[in-house]
């Protein structure tokens, strides 16, 4: 059983910056990035392969956000720059122990954090 610890949401201004953390408690092959906004389904944000060399984002983050891993420490980082109040939600972060094919489905990933806020204000 693989545990997830998020960190580091908040509150920031439009076109400001916050960087996410998720810390594993073992070893994952897949992270991702979810997020759900208050009366909207949980969406895909950001995925990144074990070794770093693929990443994927949802066409409404890309060239904003960031995503990378460090895997001697086990965790997956969300750098979130020029936000906007659309982005404000719950970010989850996601894992599994297997390679995940469909990386933007929520149904591939077996492990997910408890979630942190984000909150962007205009």
């Known amino acids: 059983q693989v545990q997830l610890v998020e960190s580091g949401g908040g509150l920031v201004q439009a076109g400001g910056s916050l960087r996410l953390s998720c810390a594993a408690s073992?070893?994952?092959?897949?992270r991702g990035w979810f997020r759900q906004a208050p009366g909207k389904e949980r969406e895909f944000v950001a995925a990144?392969?074990?070794?770093?060399?693929?990443?994927y984002y949802a066409d409404s983050v890309k060239g904003r956000f960031t995503i990378s891993r460090d895997n001697a420490k086990n965790t997956v980082y969300l750098q979130m720059n020029s936000l906007k109040p659309e982005d404000t939600a719950v970010y989850y972060c996601?894992?599994?122990?297997?390679?995940?094919?469909?990386?933007?489905?929520?149904?591939?990933?077996?492990?997910w954090g408890q979630g942190t806020q984000v909150t962007v204000s205009s």
């Open positions: 996601a894992a599994d122990e297997l390679a995940v094919y469909g990386v933007a489905r929520s149904d591939e990933y077996d492990y």
């Open positions: 073992g070893r994952t092959l897949s």
């Open positions: 990144i392969s074990w070794s770093g060399g693929s990443t």
